[in-house]
């Protein structure tokens, strides 16, 4: 009678939950029962725990990462275009124009958990759990062109890139012509006021050609033909070219290539399959129906005991003490470094999880669960864009392979329960989960320059706090007690409260889970 009691009340208190990160599931099979259950979970969230500038932790936008009044700035290069052009065009303090960017993220992840758990003995039950998962992030984005002060389009190497090519030639002559003047000037007359004269021309021409070709390979803009940035290029070569005349060389004889087509509101987002980033357009991404990473665990009762009760009572209070040992494996699909704003089905990478799950009882109504666990995450190799976290449209040159060494994790969760019947109870839960930040290194090849991967790790610590409810309707008593099929169903509501790091999701979570008994040996 005593363990048949511990038993229904374990049960009773446990609100099946998300398995990746919910001790309080952790609850014995009876030996030779098996239980079969699914549980749909979504969580949705558009904010994140971010950090200021300042360190202190603050609520973000997940779409303030694609929001700025310069729009060129998202995208890589821009800073380098404008340093270029003021040093082509003379203009002191140089801004380029282009437009403003909004944009609203929401993330979502749709996961149907099957799980499958057998009582080897009274205190051991094993079983694994598969997440099927789908995962989908929703942009709306906005673009408004400047159209009165506007001075970028699209980069003429997109749509004439014959034209770039003869230009940056005709620069490159002339810069070997003024080296080679400036060389047989000075091989005549070391020191003369003529040596340094075509000196200093050659080296204004092999500079202007040098910020020319920055300029037109360094994003997809470039200054709009019959723009006033347009206007100073154009004086700029032509006084080059006259100075390079009058020095009885040849001159420019191209003229400068600009931008003929003014940047759109889906020729915006559309940018970056283009110049520098190489990747997917930039707008929602709707996953496909794929596994989760895979779960195996067994579960094994430390201690159990009671305490006030007779033969003819139940007992006052009950406690038990369960140990969880947990695998989880890398079956999961992890976001494509080309797709941005992709989120993955899993980590793809292997977890060895320890559990410890406490549970009492007092009385009839009320008990008590708290729960704690800590995992090391194994490393594993993978392809990143290697950028600070804010930055979404990470330029390709930023590629690489990477070593990533997952931080250890430990979290403990609390549910207080009240059972208003024999089948019928409601619980509440908070739970604090915290991550260390991880490690990456570069490994093997890469098909851009070098970079330095701590920019990774400097927002991928974790600190979550959760609070939620659960409803829960469990016919377990009258199975054990009476012979009645069992039935166990819970629905559960989980909303992130708190949380630092930088990346933490602000997440809410709804899930409703449904789980069977069936006997496989044994006694009915």
């Not at 374990?10 to 029962?33: I, Y």
Request: neutral net charge; glycine residues 12%; proline residues 5%.
């Amino acid at each position: 009678m005593r363990r048949s009691l511990a038993l229904v009340t374990l049960l009773s208190l446990v609100g099946a939950a998300h398995l990746a990160a919910q001790v309080l599931d952790d609850a014995l099979v009876p030996r030779g029962r098996a239980r079969i259950e699914m549980v749909p979970v979504f969580t949705r969230w558009e904010s994140r725990f971010g950090r200021t500038a300042a360190g202190a932790t603050d609520r973000e936008q997940l779409g303030e990462d694609l929001t700025s009044g310069a729009a060129q700035t998202l995208f890589p290069g821009a800073e380098s275009l404008r340093t270029a052009i003021e040093a082509m065009s003379g203009i002191a303090g140089y801004t380029a124009v282009l437009g403003e960017a909004q944009a609203r993220v929401a993330k979502d992840i749709t996961r149907i958990e099957f799980g499958g758990h057998v009582g080897v003995f009274d205190w051991l039950t094993v079983g694994a759990v598969l997440p099927w998962t789908r995962t989908r992030t929703s942009v709306d984005v906005a673009f408004r062109p400047d159209t009165i002060a506007g001075d970028l389009g699209l980069n003429p190497t997109a749509t004439s890139a014959s034209a770039v090519t003869s230009f940056l030639q005709s620069l490159s002559s002339a810069a070997s012509a003024a080296q080679t003047n400036a060389s047989q000037v000075c091989g005549g007359s070391p020191g003369s006021g003529a040596c340094t004269s075509a000196q200093a021309l050659a080296d204004r021409t092999a500079a202007f050609r040098g910020s020319a070709a920055t300029a037109y390979g360094a994003s997809a803009f470039f200054p709009l033909a019959g723009s006033a940035t347009q206007t100073s290029l154009s004086q700029a070569v032509t006084t080059l070219s006259a100075d390079l005349i009058a020095a009885g060389l040849g001159g420019i004889a191209v003229p400068m290539a600009f931008a003929t087509q003014a940047i759109s509101e889906s020729d915006y987002w559309s940018l970056p399959v283009g110049v520098g980033v190489q990747g997917a357009p930039l707008g929602s991404v709707k996953g496909l129906w794929h596994a989760g990473d895979v779960e195996v665990s067994a579960t094994m009762r430390l201690l159990e005991g009671s305490g006030g009760g007779s033969a003819e009572a139940a007992p006052r209070f009950t406690y038990r003490l369960l140990g969880t040992v947990l695998g989880r494996l890398p079956t999961g699909q992890i976001d494509d470094p080309d797709v941005f704003l992709d989120v993955g089905t899993g980590d793809g990478q292997a977890d060895l999880e320890g559990r410890l799950l406490g549970q009492a009882t007092f009385g009839r109504h009320l008990g008590m669960q708290m729960g704690v666990r800590y995992g090391v995450q194994l490393p594993r190799t993978l392809v990143l864009r290697v950028a600070p976290p804010e930055t979404v449209l990470a330029a390709y040159s930023t590629r690489h392979m990477v070593e990533w060494t997952p931080g250890a994790y430990f979290g403990v969760e609390i549910a207080p329960v009240w059972r208003l019947s024999d089948e019928l109870s409601i619980a509440g839960e908070y739970r604090v989960f915290r991550k260390y930040r991880d490690e990456y290194a570069l490994t093997g090849t890469s098909v851009g320059a070098p970079v330095d991967p701590a920019v990774l790790e400097i927002e991928s610590g974790v600190t979550l706090h959760e609070v939620g409810g659960t409803l829960r309707f469990d016919t377990m008593a009258r199975w054990l007690g009476e012979g009645a099929r069992p039935l166990q169903a819970h629905l559960r509501v989980l909303r992130a409260v708190g949380g630092g790091g930088g990346l933490t999701p602000v997440t809410t979570q709804v899930e409703f889970g449904v789980r069977l008994f069936r006997r496989l040996w044994g006694p009915s």
